[in-house]
């Protein structure tokens, strides 16, 4: 019987996704033996601002250009899940690919704040999570509500995962300021074209454990 397809999954807005995201992707891939990662690009985020969010088009556009030549799938597909909490997404992905092993990637600012996620609790018993340092959030997140609690899973036990590595200091909130008319330009050629899943447009391996 063949192994588990070891599966990664990195949610967040991508708001756009830059050169940041790709890094600790293929440092988290290489570090767990990952076979492939997705990029669960987010419709929306509940505990983010809406005023500066980029539309799901221009997001996933952003994360395709950043995900080329690399094992990286980006996808919209919580819009066919109909889910908007990642503990929902998680939940239903984890049925509807049976036979895939899945890893929950996260950026140390996120466990900070982990415990502020519906379902948080929940979320550590679905999958295992691996934490990605990220510089100025280390110390937040080793002393947070979640990590508390955490804490005992810490591998050995395969729950909790922590990666360090040379940190990288790029953020979407700074491309942000420096180019406020990303999405826009990323939207140029087809402004009307619809938001094309790529989990469901492109052959991936496993495609028939759904």
Known sequence: MSRPYLTGLLGGSFNPAHGGHRRITLFAAEAL?????????????????????????????????QARRAPIVPSAIELDLDTRYTVDTLRKLVRRYPR??????????????????????????TMPIAVIARPGYDAAAMTSPAMAWLRRYIVPAPALVLLRFDPDHRSATAIRRAHAGWAAALLAPDQDAPVRDRLTFRSIRSWEDA
């Not at 985020?45 to 539309?55: A, R």
């Not at 990637?105 to 996120?110: K, R, S, T, V, Y």
């Open 100 to 125: 895939r092993r899945f890893v929950w990637l996260m950026g140390a600012d996120n466990l900070a704040q982990f415990h502020l996620w519906r379902g948080w609790r929940r979320i550590a018993r």
């Open 33 to 65: 033996g990952l076979d492939e990662t997705w990029w669960l690009v987010s419709p929306g985020n509940p505990l983010k601002p809406q005023d500066d969010m980029g539309s799901l088009k221009a997001r996933l556009r952003s994360a395709e250009r």
